[in-house]
Each structure stands twice: as C-alpha cells, then as structure tokens.
C-alpha cells in the first residue's frame, strides 16, 4: 500500500521557472525508476522524464534543455525543476514508479500519483 504525492504546481508566466516534486511512502522507492507524464487537455498522457537510482536520467525532447529531473533516494523524492516554460508546458503532471525503464516510459508503472496542475500564461 504505497503511493506517491505530487506538490509544487501553480501558475507562472512564460520563461519562469515551478520546481515539481513528489514524494513516496509505503514502499522502497528506491527499487523503481522515477519520473513524470503530463497530460494537457484534449491531448493524450505525454512522457516527460525519469531517473534511475544511481542518477541515471531520460527526458523528452520536448523539454529537453530546459527541464531536469533529480532524485533524493533517502527521501524517496523525484524533483522536476522546469526553467523556460512554455504556455505549451500548461498540463497536468503526474509522477509515477516503475520497475523497469521500459515499463517506465511505456506507461506500465506500479504507482501513479494524483496529479499536479502546471499553467503557463503568455
């Protein structure tokens, strides 16, 4: 019985930076592969980044250059911190576990958090 929670959405205008980060508990997290999906309305669920334990990391090339992912494995956190924001970034950003890369960017994670709204204004 684990879950992950999401925090650090709100709204900001375009070029300026959210820091988004989501925190799991009832687990060892520090098992899975870590990462973030957004959803924008009309649009399916998008990939967006993730971690590995050791640091490794993945991000999209929608965001590449501008977003980075970290993580705090004693904390068990996964970190977002979003620079440059686009009004195209505006979605819903859910963070999630898995235990494998592939399963991981394919979307097959075992835990998926509530989602955190990001709106970017121009």
């Known amino acids: 019985q684990g879950q992950l929670v999401e925090s650090g959405g709100g709204l900001v205008q375009a070029g300026g930076s959210l820091r988004l980060s989501c925190t799991g508990s009832g687990d060892t997290f520090s098992r899975y592969f870590l990462g973030w999906f957004r959803q924008a309305p009309g649009k399916e669920r998008e990939f967006v980044a993730m971690?590995?334990?050791?640091?490794?990391?993945a991000l999209s090339d929608s965001v590449k250059g501008r977003f980075t992912i970290s993580r705090d494995n004693a904390k068990n956190t996964v970190y977002l911190q979003m620079n440059s924001l686009k009004p195209e970034d505006t979605a819903l950003y859910y963070c999630?576990?898995?235990?494998?890369?592939?399963?991981?960017?394919?979307?097959?994670?075992?835990?998926w958090g509530q989602g955190t709204q990001v709106t970017v204004s121009s």
């Open positions: 971690v590995a334990w050791g640091g490794g990391l």
């Open positions: 999630a576990a898995g235990v494998t890369y592939r399963d991981f960017y394919a979307g097959r994670n075992e835990y």
